[in-house]
Each structure stands twice: as C-alpha cells, then as structure tokens.
C-alpha cells in the first residue's frame, strides 16, 4: 500500500514566524507533489505542486523537493493567522491516482 | 466562470436507502474522482474515471456506485450496503494524468438518521 506521511499537529507558530510542514512518501515512481490546504469544513484547495528536485517559490509559499529521500516541505513565510487550517500533502501514484496525507493542523498565534 | 458544483451541500440518509451525490464540471477535464473524508483523516479515493463510460474501483469502493454517462457529470451512489456512510464526501478533477493538479468541488456532508 502506498503511503504518504504528515505529522498531524497541531502545529503552533507566532504570527510572522516560519511555518514548516514536512511529508514523506513511500512510491519511489510518484512524480508530481502538491500541497493543498483544507478549512474546516471545506473542501480542500491548492497551494502548490512541485515536480523537480529543490525549491520552487511562490509567495509566500516555499515547496521543497527531495526525491532521493521521498521527502518534500512546504515553508510558509510570514505566517498569518488566516494560515490557521490543516495542509494536506498529495502525491500522485501511477497513471491517474493520488495519495493524500492525514494532513499537518497549523495553528498561527497573534 | 469554471469549476465543480456538488449537491446538496447536506444530504441525510436513512437505513436501507440509497442516496446520490451529485457532481458536475465545467472545466472541460476528461479525469473524475469522487473521495470520502473522516474526521481527522485523509482522503480516500472510492472511485475514479478517466473518460466518458469507464471508471475504476479505488481503494473503498464498497457499497458505493458510478456512472460516467457525460464528460461534465460524475455522480456517486451510496448503497444501503454502505454500513457506515457518515462522511464528507469530496468530488474532484483533472485534466486527465495523475501529473496534473486536481480541483475540489465544495463537498457533500453525509449523515445517517
């Protein structure tokens, strides 16, 4: 069965603090990673993807890659308290399906 | 204005009944997927379809049901063989390869009375 992995929090972060979510994954072929970010009670909405080894930036989301270690972040600069929801980790495995993570609680303190 | 509608937003079921959830897509995406989400966990895919008239058991496709008629329309039954039915269920798409991002529909709360 093929995996992906977050430690499900919460984690609590001052406001303008870094935020660092982590996510392993077992399928060595899964190719493309996203970030999602879900509200409670709502459905869950897209961050980031990232498909290449190292960094990819936007905002003030950072995704990092490491395929080697089946290992990829995501740094929230700046954390707001509207940053407060729970982020899921998404990998895709095989042609059409996608394994998501339990999803890491992120709390921003004022 | 592009994007995935399910409904109803609520859906409550009593015992021995068969429901259906719907969705619908405008973003002319040929991939179909339609989840389950408990609390505190992730998802989890029951069924999904790649085009027009084929869709593909997931992970827990028991005691639920799909058709695939139209590109834009991918709805979900949930069978009275579904034991314990009570979840967010959440309907996504993609253009068509796993490579490519998936969208969200707003989702569908299923509660057993």
């Known amino acids: 069965q093929k995996e992906v992995e977050q430690n499900s929090g919460p984690l609590s972060v001052p406001e303008g603090a870094i935020a660092s979510l982590n996510c392993t994954y077992s399928?060595?072929?899964?190719?493309?990673f996203f970030w999602y970010r879900q509200y409670s009670g709502k459905s869950p909405e897209l961050i980031m993807f990232i498909y290449s080894n190292g960094d990819k930036e936007d905002g003030r989301f950072t995704a990092q890659l490491n395929k080697a270690s089946q290992y990829v972040s995501l740094l929230i600069r700046d954390s707001q308290p509207s940053d407060s929801a729970t982020y899921l980790c998404a990998v895709t495995s095989g042609t059409y399906k996608y394994i998501f993570g339990t999803g890491t609680r992120l709390k921003v303190l004022a | 204005d592009g994007g995935i509608t399910q409904s109803p937003k609520y859906l409550f079921r009593k015992e021995g009944q068969n429901v259906t959830l719907s969705c619908e897509q405008n973003l002319n995406h040929d991939a179909m997927y339609w989840y389950r989400q408990d609390p505190g966990q992730g998802l989890r895919l029951i069924y999904y379809?790649?085009?027009?008239?084929?869709?593909q058991k997931g992970d827990i496709a028991e005691g639920y049901s799909v058709s695939r008629e139209k590109k834009e329309s991918f709805p979900l039954t949930v069978t009275s063989a579904q034991k314990n039915p009570t979840a967010f269920y959440l309907c996504?798409?993609?253009?068509?390869?796993?490579?490519?991002?998936?969208?969200f529909g707003p989702g569908t709360r299923l509660l057993v009375l």
């Open positions: 996504a798409s993609s253009i068509g390869l796993a490579r490519e991002t998936q969208y």
């Open positions: 399928d060595r072929g899964s190719q493309s």
């Open positions: 379809s790649q085009i027009v008239n084929d869709f």
